[in-house]
């Protein structure tokens, strides 16, 4: 009976009885099917966990009116957030109020060397603004319109009042092109929050109106500091090879793949010392995806959403934090191991550029002379992908169109190719740095500690007979006994000798 029964159900029928009360009428012996009184539910318990209530006193900070305390400055209050690549909008302070200008414009961006499009951007970085303020303060912040058509700010995952929240119609009047507007709260929260247009968002923020919003807390916990804190913006583009505006009606084929507007090689690192602590801030406000940003060498802990911090006792060790279209994460670790460790989302789309997506599979193929037919038609003509998508091979070997990074990934350490583009950066440990603001170069590994082409005596030693039959594992089903025994004779000799163990 138990197995038709729902966990709830049976909860309830416990705590009924626990309780000294049965569920059924007649008494315990009383048939399920007999006359029934009226269904008793069972009493709700209290979900109060020892002194953390189940009801927070607010959802959304609080009284709006509450007095604003002084503005929080960097060095001071804070240690600033690097955003590779991106900036830090700057402030001014009037009166005791923290104010910013955001100005939304197009600009001509570069997503790596070999790829620049017309996108929009808030002065002038696309995707990698961030607005860096201190849990508390005031801060008026003016948006500027320079694009051809009306815009609004949101605010996301902030307390506010509901006229600044920036809902293009909803909340407020459209900003029209050569207007700005003014959003003034104060806040009342901290952590890792974004913000973005919210007018016609599907156009404007594939465009690259999207940035962070980081507030610190104004009384930090000792464990709040950290030797390096980070800002990673993820989005995701349609910008079809040869054209220089990105396709922003795309819904699936997304072929460039950025963190702060840019695709490796061009992804700033994140440089750090052996020891440091380190946090790293990812939001998503691409357009359709979902990232599982992935850490090599490592684990983390995600310790905040942008809907606030996780207690401790709710942390669990990830090496993948999925970041889902309009959240952040917050993770934290401790760069005890040196190295260049990737840093990456683990979709293998969202790591290649332009051409790695739309091709037959054609691994193993062998063209003959289709391409030299092909090319007194077809200039240019070539079949690829016959030993997969080596992106940096392939760029040497076919000529690239016009403003396009097909192929591209970067040269390594060892000259060979690293084949990642797309969502992809390098956290640099080094034991000995001259200046966090300034790429390491690439890791020099201590000898004996690289893979390398194994030699003979390892061979040797090993009984390693690179040339012997591929060894076969044997059935581990049980039942298998007679077939098994068929197809050892089929075996290659040297795996007959391990057979029947
Ligand atoms: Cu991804």
Redesign the pocket.
């Known amino acids: 009976m138990a197995k038709n029964m729902s966990r709830r159900h049976m909860l309830g029928l416990t705590a009924a009885t626990v309780g000294g009360v049965t569920a059924w009428a007649g008494g315990a012996h009383a048939a399920p099917t007999g006359p029934a009184g009226p269904y008793r539910p069972a009493a709700g318990s209290p979900k109060t966990q020892s002194e953390r209530p189940y009801w927070a006193p607010t959802y959304s900070g609080g009284p709006v009116n509450v007095k604003p305390l002084p503005p929080g400055l960097p060095g001071k209050d804070y240690k600033p957030v690097v955003v590779p690549t991106g900036q830090a909008l700057p402030f001014k302070i009037v009166n005791g109020v923290k104010v910013f200008h955001l100005i939304a414009e197009e600009v001509e961006h570069y997503f790596d060397s070999g790829l620049r499009a017309k996108c929009w951007a808030y002065n002038g970085h696309v995707n990698s603004t961030m607005i860096e303020a201190v849990e508390g303060e005031q801060v008026r912040i003016y948006v500027t319109n320079r694009l051809p058509i009306a815009t609004s700010v949101h605010w996301h995952g902030i307390y506010l009042p509901n006229g600044m929240d920036g809902v293009a119609g909803l909340t407020q009047p459209h900003i029209k092109p050569g207007e700005t507007a003014k959003y003034e709260f104060t806040l009342r929260q901290h952590g890792t929050f974004m913000f973005h247009s919210h007018h016609d968002e599907m156009t404007q923020m594939g465009m690259g109106l999207i940035g962070m919003f980081i507030m610190h807390p104004r009384n930090p916990a000792p464990e709040y500091h950290v030797n390096r804190d980070f800002a990673i913006m993820?989005s995701e583009w349609d910008i079809k090879v040869g054209t220089a505006r990105p396709n922003t009606l795309q819904m699936t084929d997304f072929n460039i793949?950025t963190m702060n507007g840019k695709v490796f090689p061009s992804t700033g690192p994140l440089v750090c010392k052996t020891g440091d602590k380190v946090r790293i801030r990812l939001g998503n406000l691409g357009a359709m995806?979902?990232?599982?940003i992935h850490i090599h060498g490592y684990y983390f802990r995600i310790t905040a959403t942008d809907g606030g911090d996780i207690p401790l006792s709710a942390q669990w060790p990830e090496t993948t934090a999925l970041v889902a279209v309009g959240q952040t994460r917050t993770l934290e670790f401790i760069a005890d191991a040196p190295g260049d460790w990737a840093f990456h989302?683990h979709?293998t789309h969202?790591v290649m550029n332009q051409m790695g997506h739309e091709f037959p599979n054609m691994v193993g193929m062998q063209p003959g002379d289709v391409d030299k037919k092909l090319q007194s038609l077809l200039p240019g003509y070539m079949t690829m992908g016959q030993t997969g998508m080596d992106m940096g091979n392939m760029a040497e070997m076919m000529p690239m169109p016009a403003n396009s990074i097909p192929m591209k990934g970067a040269v390594g350490p060892f000259g060979d190719n690293i084949t990642m583009g797309g969502?992809f950066t390098i956290v640099k440990v080094r034991d000995r740095l001259a200046s966090y603001d300034q790429d390491p170069g690439w890791y020099q590994h201590p000898p004996g500690t690289v893979a390398l082409t194994a030699s003979a005596e390892d061979l040797a030693r090993d009984g390693i007979d690179v040339n012997a039959p591929t060894p076969r594992a044997v059935s581990s089903a049980p039942n298998a006994a007679a077939p098994q025994r068929a197809r050892a004779d089929a075996m290659p000799p040297a795996m007959k000798v391990h057979h029947g163990h």
């Open positions: 993820l793949l995806d979902h990232h599982p989302c979709m969202h969502m």
